[in-house]
């Protein structure tokens, strides 16, 4: 993990459980922040598909089905895994300092 000045934080680490992704907004973007095995994970919050939003999402394993048609995404990868869905989604490196999941929004990886 490379240090970096331009991190924001986006919730408390403690407030993500693995079944229930939360909604983190920042600099006006809207994300979703996913946990699995202890690793966190950030997305963005939008559906690619359409107005669906992926932190109010049911989670299976490292896949987020999107609560307005059912398409589904790798919260890992940021791939689209079932239809509807075909666009990925914007992804970017969840750092945890003290305590609070945070991410340089300038470093999407998608
Ligand atoms: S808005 Fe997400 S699958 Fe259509």
């Known amino acids: ?4 000045s331009n ?13 229930t992704p939360v909604q983190a907004m920042a600099s006006g973007a809207v994300y ?3 946990v699995k095995d202890g690793a966190y994970y950030v997305t ?5 598909h ?7 999402g049911f989670i299976e394993d490292n896949e987020v089905e999107c609560p307005f048609h059912q398409g589904r995404f790798n919260f890992i990868t940021g791939a689209p895994t079932a239809a509807p869905c075909t666009d990925a989604l914007r992804i970017w490196t969840a750092h945890v300092v003290d305590g609070k999941v945070c991410i340089d ?3 999407s990886r998608t």
């Not at 963005?44 to 690619?48: A, E, F, K, P, R």
């Not at 359409?50 to 109010?56: I, V, Y």
Request: proline share 6%; net charge negative.
């Open 44 to 48: 963005q919050d939008l559906c690619t």
């Open 7 to 19: 991190l924001v934080a986006l919730c408390d680490a403690a407030d993500v459980e693995e079944d």
């Open 32 to 34: 979703a922040v996913f």
């Open 105 to 107: 929004p300038e470093e």
């Open 1 to 4: 993990m490379s240090e970096s």
């Open 50 to 56: 359409g107005p669906g939003n992926l932190s109010e």
